[in-house]
């Protein structure tokens, strides 16, 4: 998920995705902790994409003040 449609959701659709990407994060550094996932970058972008969806709702929150 890149910028674009991040900034396209609305706030709630941001925060239903911000619970299942770090849902997926979460499940996927565990499966990398038991035995070796195929690809870790996936866990890099995973992360990458939960903080941009946070950075997101930050600036949303903030220009609401």
């Known amino acids: 998920m ?3 449609q991040i900034v ?6 941001l925060v239903q995705e ?7 994060l979460n499940k996927m550094k565990l499966n ?4 070796d996932i195929e690809n870790p970058m996936l866990i890099r972008s995973a992360r990458r994409t939960v903080a941009r ?3 997101e709702l930050n600036v949303r929150n903030n220009a609401t003040k």
Not at 8 to 13: A, G, I, M, R
Not at 32 to 35: D, T
């Open 18 to 24: 911000l619970k299942e990407r770090r849902l997926l």
């Open 32 to 35: 990398h902790k038991v035995s």
């Open 2 to 4: 890149n910028n674009k």
């Open 8 to 13: 396209e959701l609305t706030d709630k659709e």
């Open 53 to 55: 969806i946070k950075t």
